[in-house]
């Protein structure tokens, strides 16, 4: 199956700073997904941005589909930015959502 | 307009008992899938339905079972419960953009 690496692993910020999360993915995909997984375990869908570049306030987004990757940038991060930040992806040829590893994010204040 | 619901939120099983986990999406969403998390990991597929009546085996399915006799309910069996199925589970529904439930935890003692 697809497989998914996303780095790095863990990330700590002090609030104000900006950062670049990366996701690898090993096969071409018809959708990828950026989730948020918040301290207290709920899972917020970011983004759905199979190709192309979407901003949605601080956060944006960038995939380069025929390279096989995808970067969430977060600016001016917050302390309400921590929790676990998951790539997902769905092959062409599939139904399946596969997630990464994440990449856990601590902003301090 | 609540999205997507599960229950319960938390339960405690000994080895060998049985119980169901309830999803239910109020988006007329075809599509609905089981993952489960464990820790430091990301989620992984258990089982899915592209639409009612139907079901499919996810990336993890043993010693699970689905039904989906409804189309806005997607209920996961756990027959005899082992300490490896501890364990936070999380219902979504979605074709492209995945929409996911709070999550479930899972203690089998």
Redesign the interface.
């Known amino acids: ?1 697809i497989q ?1 690496e996303q780095s790095p692993p863990d990330l700590i910020l002090q609030e104000g700073a900006n950062s670049t999360l990366r996701c690898n993915f090993s096969d071409s995909v018809n ?1 990828l ?1 950026w ?1 948020h997984q918040n301290p207290w ?3 917020i ?1 970011l983004f ?1 941005i199979p190709s192309g570049t979407k901003q949605n306030g601080r956060l944006s987004a960038t995939t380069v589909a025929t390279e096989r990757y995808s970067l969430l940038y977060i600016s001016s991060s917050q302390t309400t930015d921590s929790g676990v930040y ?1 790539c ?1 992806v769905e092959e062409t040829s599939g ?8 990449t856990q994010l601590t902003v301090n204040p | 307009n609540a999205g997507v619901t599960q229950t319960p939120k938390f339960r405690v099983l000994k080895t060998g008992q049985s119980m169901t986990l309830l999803c239910a999406q109020d988006m007329n969403h075809e ?1 609905m ?1 089981w ?1 489960r998390q464990d820790p ?6 258990i089982h ?1 339905s ?1 639409g009612e009546g139907t079901t499919a085996k ?2 993890v399915p043993d010693g699970y079972n689905v039904s989906r006799l409804k189309k806005q309910n997607f209920l996961l069996g756990l027959e005899s419960a082992a300490p490896s199925q501890t364990s ?1 589970y ?1 219902c ?1 529904s979605g074709t ?5 439930g ?2 479930t935890r899972l203690t089998v003692v």
């Open positions: 199956g998914v959708n997904q989730f375990g709920q899972l869908n759905y998951f997902a139904s399946r959502l596969t997630f990464g590893e994440g | 599509y899938y993952y430091g990991m990301g989620l992984r597929l899915y592209v996810g990336e936070v999380f979504a492209f953009h995945r929409f996911f709070s999550g």
